[in-house]
């Protein structure tokens, strides 16, 4: 089951509104994961705030969400790419204590075919992500936005998964406004008018030739006794677990730069 986001304006035209609904691949990476209840939710959270905070990604620009928390210690990257796609790994399979008084840091990069043009880091303070990445929108240098995530869960089953950014545009002379202070004072701005409405899905980006690359680069020796002891590689993906397997020959074809990697591996 696919995601759905629509993007669209409030305040006539002062104020961009995206809003996304993940249940899809939240309920997804939780399967692929076998995430526990509270695992799932954090996982849910950070999928749907990396959904809508993604709103403006183009062709091959990529955002990335890493939740590195000490307390309790837990571990959420999340991708989301620009042709709609996403995914996203979750360690480990149960979050002792809840979601809502974590420690630990999270990081935002937005990337595009050349490297990264963006980073950003806030510290989370015995708090949700959710409002760490609030605090990390109002303290940043960016538009004033507001941030709001609603995960729902029954019996530790995953019901509803949606996020809400709204953003407030700089001013212009040829469209209404909205000031900083009226937009601090916390106004709901309902969607007025749809830009337009997109489909998220669930897709990891891992390919036998992405990984033969990888383990092109690998020193000699660490191939040879790949050869000789293992008779060949097993390299599984840590997203979507698909496990590509090499064998003798096209690690020594590797070894020699004789082949197109992109032809090589099968998955298992």
């Known amino acids: ?15 961009r509104v995206v809003e996304a609904d993940v249940l899809g691949p939240a309920i997804h990476t939780a399967a692929i994961h076998g995430l526990a209840p509270s695992a799932a939710r954090l996982a849910a959270e950070g999928i749907a705030a990396a959904t809508v905070l993604g709103a403006t990604l183009k062709g091959e620009d990529r955002l990335t969400l890493q939740l590195q928390a000490e307390e309790p210690e837990v571990g959420l990257y999340v991708e989301v790419r620009g042709d709609g796609t996403l995914r996203a790994r979750m360690t480990p399979r149960s979050v002792p204590g809840g979601t809502d008084r974590l420690a630990g840091l999270v990081l935002l990069i ?4 050349t490297g990264e043009v963006y980073r950003g880091m806030t ?34 089953e995953c019901l509803s998964a949606r996020a809400r950014l709204v953003e407030r545009l700089p001013e212009a002379s040829d469209r209404p406004s909205v000031s900083a202070e009226e937009f601090a004072m916390g106004q709901d701005y309902p969607m007025e008018v749809v830009l337009d409405e997109s489909v998220v899905v669930w897709r990891c980006n891992c390919s036998s030739g992405r990984v033969a690359a ?34 003798e020959s096209e ?18």
């Open 1 to 15: 089951m696919d995601g759905r986001m629509v993007r669209g304006l409030s305040a006539g035209g002062a104020v």
């Open 110 to 113: 937005r990337s595009n075919a």
């Open 123 to 156: 510290a989370v303070q015995g708090e949700s992500l959710t409002r760490a990445l609030g605090r990390h929108l109002a303290e940043s240098d960016q538009v004033d936005a507001r941030l709001s995530v609603d995960v729902e869960t029954r019996d530790g």
């Open 214 to 247: 990888m383990l092109a680069l690998l020193p000699p020796d660490e191939l040879d006794a790949m050869i000789r002891e293992d008779h060949g590689a097993e390299v599984t993906c840590h997203f979507c677990e698909t496990t590509w397997r090499f064998g």
């Open 251 to 268: 690690l020594r074809a590797l070894q020699a730069g004789e082949v197109d990697v992109g032809g090589l591996g099968r998955p298992e």
